[in-house]
């Protein structure tokens, strides 16, 4: 197993780097599933983003702020920082009550609120829907009850708006969004095995090595066979490091009953990821391109295929162009996983399905990577 | 002076693998960003909310759910099918309706998972609730209301609340998505550098050796190198630009100079830091994964594959802010594009610009002494 011990040492020479990826993409990953990202789950009344500018700051102003903490989340932030927050999405309205918010509203006059809105989206719209319902409660007990105080009339609002609708929600339990940090592994699995193989691979490919390998006694199938063996032992070794953080971050997601079949399709993805990078390792010598082209095609892949936005977000013409690439099918495994309610033969049949399909993308890369292999092979002396 | 020059230039030339993959990377990157990101919503948009409803004995209700679902009233937002029981679950399971409304006295919402549709449907359901425990309490007060009160006008709000301009209203956010490819284009600018410093450095190749003994003062040879590759930096940014610009139709605001100043401070920042990485006694094959690593890092904490990072970083730590040119390049054209406020753009370019000048300060210091005893 010479050339196998081989490889172990050309990695191990590189481990700075491999580890230095690997670190960077699980530290990513972790902070993507820790923002929730895009498809995040709730287990409750979604609750919007907005900031309040109170420049009353009575009784009946602070009475207003309080009602809106307890149905959005006030972020407090400086002035300036609004439009940021509006265009980067962080707020989705902002509420200006004015100077003579107190007055107006116990005159029985018009109230005359301002804001700001992150134009045509729900949450807005939901805003919106709590301000007037507060400010509309608040004005009939002004109007029936003129002679009653705004202390009075506060409680009698906050009475009627605890007589809720009763609401049933079906999938009621509490998921984290686990399914993420292996759907993010889609990208980090393809930069961190491509950053390990590659360099190996660029300098087994050197002129000088190549020339003393065709002239030793060894044959040829039994060094390739051996690389590839070695390059398969070092994915699971990612893989193992992959699992076992996520076992010590999210100990608890990780119990879910979906997650060991997640771990199968993380274990079939590595194939296709090892296929990639033995290819690319084959076709492109420069260590610097290498480099550039896992992440390049790490993104593209992870885009197109789900990792960073979810498919069912992406349009059909784009489901069908990622439908080429293993990312797609390896989040499409995922999602249908974190979506099933009964884990029997009938329903994991698309499962092992897809799985399927990644394992003949590897086929797929492996055999353009042997046959590009033997035809570059004559150029070699 | 100009033959060093003419050689350096097709040393550089000569990594056609290199100068290939820094400009088509983003292109097809981009290209790819626009077809996923076109119609893409980051937002939940505002759409009509499907609702099966089973019809009961409460008619103030159904009224309402009724006026909530007339297309030409201003109130429109529910798109009601009012169906029995059974066909209710049918729907809901199937996925054609986002919830189940029971009008009855004790009206009840029942949905496979909270979301905005529910949550909405859930608000207008309580102005309903609302309604009917002020009569119950005014009506139980005030007896003689019970002749006099319309349970209309209950329901009829009487605020105003006027819509400002939002600078950033209309604004696509997804454009931040680009951004980071010019971002990516820029820091990639590092592997440049560390080309620069490689042949700088007689231990880190042949053709450093050679320069190493040549006459020509070292100095003088690392401004050759770092013009040259600066050219070539800003060349390849300026045709992605152009690519995005004119192909994409990605908006970059209106103020053209100063994006130049942007482009051209931070390829001298990349460059710069490329070369101080370059400086440390790492292996070739190490300084390049720092740097590929740190650039996938760096475009992240920029939000280059989620929006919401950007601002969380600056909420938990607003010193990265100043200090990630990723951010700094995203953030400045971010700026250019939603705001009319450019102080900070101005802020940045101080920054990337001295964050230049300081990693160049250091990568000459650290290699301008090193001498060889034998190479």
Known sequence: MQVFKLVFKLIKENSVSIMITLIVTVLISLLFVKTGAMGATFNEDIKASIHIVDKNNSEQSKDLVSYLKEKCEVIDMEEDLIEESLFYQQLVYVLYIPEDYDTTLMSGERVHLQKKVCANSAGSYLVNQYVEEYLTATQNYVKYMPSASFK??????????????KMEVKQSESKDNIHLYFNFFGYSFVCSIIAGIGYSMHKLSTRE???????????????????????????????????TFGYVIFYDSMQAVFVPYMILNLGVYLLPCLGLAYLIGTIIRSLEVQNGMANVLGLIM???????????????????????????????????????????????????????????????????????????????? | ????????????????????????????????????????????????????????????????????????????????????????????????????????????????KYNYDTTILKSIINSY???????????????????????????????????????????????????????????????????????????????????NISPLPKLKMLLIDYGISFILIVSEILIAFAYLYFVLNISFG?????????????????????????????????????????????NFLAGMMSSGIPFLIKEYLPVLTYINPADLIVRSFSTMYYSVNLDRVYLNIAILTGMGIIFLILSYLRIRRVSYASI
């Not at chain 2, 230039?9 to 693998?17: E, H, I, R, S, V």
């Not at chain 2, 409803?53 to 007339?70: A, H, P, W, Y």
């Not at chain 2, 100079?257 to 051209?264: N, S």
């Not at chain 2, 490329?274 to 300084?287: C, N, R, S, Y």
């Open chain 1, 152 to 165: 009075e009339i506060s409680k009698l609002v906050k009475n009627d708006f605890s007589k809720e609708v």
């Open chain 1, 209 to 243: 090595i190549k020339r003393r390998n065709i002239i030793s006694p060894m044959k040829n199938i039994n060094l390739n066979i051996q690389q590839i063996l070695a390059y398969a032992c070092f994915a699971v070794l990612i893989f193992v490091v992959a699992i």
């Open chain 1, 302 to 381: 992870a885009f197109l295929g789900g990792s960073f936005v979810p498919q069912s977000l992406l349009s059909d013409a784009l489901i069908q162009i990622a439908s080429f690439t293993p990312n797609y099918w390896f989040v499409k495994a995922n999602d249908a996983l974190y979506d099933m309610k009964t884990f029997d033969f009938e329903n994991l049949k698309p499962i092992f399905s897809y799985m399927g399909i990644e394992v003949l993308f590897a086929a797929v890369f492996f055999f353009i990577a042997i046959i590009y292999a033997k035809f570059k092979r004559s150029n070699v002396v």
């Open chain 2, 1 to 112: 002076m100009g033959v060093i020059i003419k050689y350096r230039l097709k040393c550089f030339l000569k990594n056609k693998m290199l100068l290939f993959w820094t400009l088509c990377f983003p292109i097809i990157l981009s290209t790819i960003f626009n077809f996923v990101l076109k119609d893409l919503q980051n937002l939940v948009p505002l759409e009509t909310i499907s609702v099966a409803v089973v019809e009961g004995d409460n008619k103030t209700l159904t009224s309402l759910v009724k006026e909530f679902s007339n297309p030409k009233s201003e109130n429109y937002i529910l798109d009601a099918s009012f169906v029995d029981e059974d066909k209710a679950h049918q729907l809901l399971d199937d996925n054609k309706v986002s919830s189940i409304l029971y009008v009855d006295q004790k009206a009840r919402v029942v949905a496979n």
């Open chain 2, 129 to 211: 609730s609302r309604v009917y425990s002020q009569v119950e309490y005014l009506v139980t007060k005030d007896p003689a209301l019970f002749q006099t009160l319309v349970i209309n006008d209950l329901f009829e709000n009487d605020a105003q609340i006027e819509q400002l301009k939002s600078e950033s209203s209309g604004k696509d956010m997804n454009m931040i998505y680009f951004y980071n490819i010019i971002a990516m284009v820029c820091l990639y600018g590092m592997l440049w550098g560390v080309r620069i410093c490689s042949d700088a450095q007689a231990t880190q190749s042949k053709r450093a050796a050679r320069i």
């Open chain 2, 254 to 298: 209106d103020t053209f100079p100063l994006m130049a100043l942007v482009v051209l401070a931070c390829s001298l920042t990349s460059l710069s830091l490329g070369t101080l990485i370059a400086t440390t006694q790492m292996k070739f094959e190490a300084k390049v994964g720092i740097i590929t690593s740190a650039t996938v890092l760096l």
